[in-house]
């Protein structure tokens, strides 16, 4: 069974980025998910290509694969949380975001990345559910083109509260733009248990064609909180079956943004977990036999 652990570091935020990298490749994690941030690769500053060759660099050097990750919350707007979204009222707010995405997707090839995660943003006040759409797929094109030329998948993360909140939603996106090759999935198991009809186990199964990216993290039914391994209701031992049997050869990235403060233990922590339940489930006997 294949499953590659990364850690993102959205949840390792009070270390230089530098040190985040080295703390994973010491713990035994196979890459990161590097999110965009003032903190960490900051796209905003100059410099952005010769710092992503460092960065690429010292990735090379550690033996550590990598996503590109773009959920930092002030980066764009220093008082609005993840503010502009791609569905922002205003056509510039829309268009600034779209510019950061094409750039993390020149970064991620920079990087040799496997993929460029995004999300849809909440459909703002006052906007109905068609203009809400056409936004989307309008804000999207100039993404998902750079995405092809470059050569690295776009996949959209369900995100509770979100627009694009579920899989049917990605299905609606993907049917929307018709199916372009760059679009594809990123699936965070917490999401599944917190809103999804269907069981992680099912889930994982059900998006397998479409998945590039995967977030993994323990969660409640209907309480979109992102918890340590444990404290949450998912069972993981199947999910992480299902996961390896799908043939998915990205990074699954334990998601816990709220845990800096205390980020290097819960990495350690988590992949000591996720280990013990690859290690067990590959010692099971098969099915049948």
Known sequence: MSVRLGYGTNGLTDLRLDDALSLLADLGYEGVGLTLDHM???PMAPEL?????KVARRLGELG???????GARYVLDPRRKHGPTL????????????????TAVRVAADL??????????????????????KRLGESLAPVLEAAERAGVPLAIEPEPGHLLATIADFHRLRDQLGDPEPLGLTLDIGHCQCLEPASPVECVRAVAPWLRHVQIEDMRRGVH???PFGDGEIDFPPVLEALGATGYQGLTVVELPRHSHAGPEQARRSIEFLRTVLADTAARPAKGA
């Open 64 to 70: 550590l694969g990598v996503t590109v990750e773009t």
């Open 49 to 53: 290509a010769s710092r992503t060759a």
């Open 225 to 227: 909180e992102h918890l």
């Open 112 to 133: 040799g990345a496997h993929a460029v995660h995004c999300f849809s943003g909440i459909t703002p006040e006052g906007t109905d559910d068609f203009a809400a759409w």
């Open 40 to 42: 960490h690769l900051d």
């Open 87 to 102: 569905l922002d009222a205003d056509p510039d707010g829309r268009a600034r975001r779209s510019e950061l995405l094409v």
